[in-house]
């Protein structure tokens, strides 16, 4: 019983003895990630049955958790790994030319942030 009691003694004096600061003012992440599209590159010709890999760099000053990969303002995919990427099936039912292409990173805090827009542009093999 004596034990119990010390414990329960030893705890409630860490417990007082904490700092106040820290229980009562976490840090909070209140800076956006950062992120960029590497490919394909803003004006790129995209020919009709080609795979398109779509990479980018994001960071954060804690940690990225994800990065989402838009076409046209349409959800394409998102990726969690660091070598972020996504893909692109172009084939005879993509509407030929214009395309707008973005990422969204995320942090774990919930921050995120919206890339430049890149545009491509799908043609049919051969044409100009």
Do not use: Q
């Amino acid at each position: 019983m004596k034990k119990y009691l010390l414990l329960i003694f030893i705890g409630a004096f860490i417990l007082i003895g904490c700092d106040d600061e820290i229980i009562n003012n976490p840090e909070v992440d209140g800076e956006p990630p950062t992120v960029e599209i590497t490919s394909p590159v803003d004006g790129s010709l995209i020919g009709i049955a080609t795979l398109v890999e779509i990479t980018a760099d994001a960071g954060d000053n804690v940690a990225v958790s994800k990065v989402d990969f838009y076409i046209d303002d349409a959800f394409l995919s998102s990726d969690s790994d660091s070598a972020y990427e996504a893909f692109w099936s172009v084939n005879k039912l993509t509407p030929l030319g214009a395309h707008t292409l973005f990422a969204r990173a995320f942090d774990r805090a919930g921050n995120n942030t919206k890339s430049d827009v890149i545009t491509v542009s799908v043609r049919e093999i051969g044409s100009r």
